[in-house]
């Protein structure tokens, strides 16, 4: 799987959007862009996931850039539930269940 | 629906002991992957089953070992526990080769 680069950690009022961003220089035309998340004492919770189309759900956006070296996850409004580690994964489509885990974005929530 | 269970939650086991964790799939997801997770190396990739057959393997010693039943439950086994194998042990399964997987809770193993 390709290599991501997220920051350590970052910080957010809550009520407030929140872009965690993510590159992934090496990714390849059929690798899929993951985002898990996981809360304190939990098993990662999936995000959202895309290949080359920004994507939306009920928890997120994921807006990938034309290149599709980067991504960026979207949180319209941060609420304290959002408080969480937060990986971004760039999963090939042979890797047969395999998701590899970086070290994630610790994502702080202030009320 | 229900999810991911996994059972037990807590196992406190003895070094050289082996052990044996369960993993029940949310209904119709065929793919279950298992990883450990680690204060130190985070969380790693063990092995994925899919139809009762181990499509994927993790950089991990033989000790460690998994299988699929045909309803797609899974079980891994960790043989001569040792102490570094105290760890979050998580399952996951998925519906689609593209998809999303969705985690357990996890067993919490300690091995003294």
């Known amino acids: 799987d390709a290599k991501t680069t997220q920051p350590n950690s970052m910080e957010s009022n809550e009520e407030e959007p929140v872009h965690l961003p993510c590159n992934h220089s090496t990714i390849s035309g059929t690798d899929y862009i993951h985002w898990y998340r996981q809360l304190p004492s939990q098993g990662p919770e999936y995000v959202i996931h895309?290949?080359?189309s920004n994507v939306n759900n009920r928890m997120a956006s994921l807006a990938i850039a034309e290149d599709r070296k980067s991504s960026t996850l979207i949180l319209h409004r941060a609420t304290l539930r959002d408080a969480a580690v937060y990986y971004c994964?760039?999963?090939?489509?042979?890797?047969?269940?395999?998701?590899?885990f970086g070290q994630g974005t610790i994502l702080t929530v202030h009320p | 629906k229900a999810g991911v269970t996994q059972t037990p939650r807590y196992l406190i086991k003895t070094r050289g002991q082996q052990v044996t964790l369960s993993c029940s799939p949310i209904s119709g997801h065929r793919s279950v992957s298992w990883y450990q997770q680690t204060p130190g190396q985070g969380l790693q990739f063990l092995f994925e089953y899919f139809s009762e057959t181990q499509r994927n393997k993790g950089n991990f010693p033989g000790r460690f070992s998994g299988r699929q039943f045909s309803n797609s439950r899974s079980e891994m086994n960790v043989s001569t526990l040792e102490l570094g194998d105290s760890a979050l042990y998580l399952c996951a399964s998925s519906s689609r080769q593209d998809g999303g997987y969705t985690f357990g809770s996890g067993t919490r193993l300690t091995v003294v």
């Open positions: 994964i760039v999963r090939r489509g042979t890797s047969y269940g395999k998701l590899t």
């Open positions: 895309g290949l080359t």
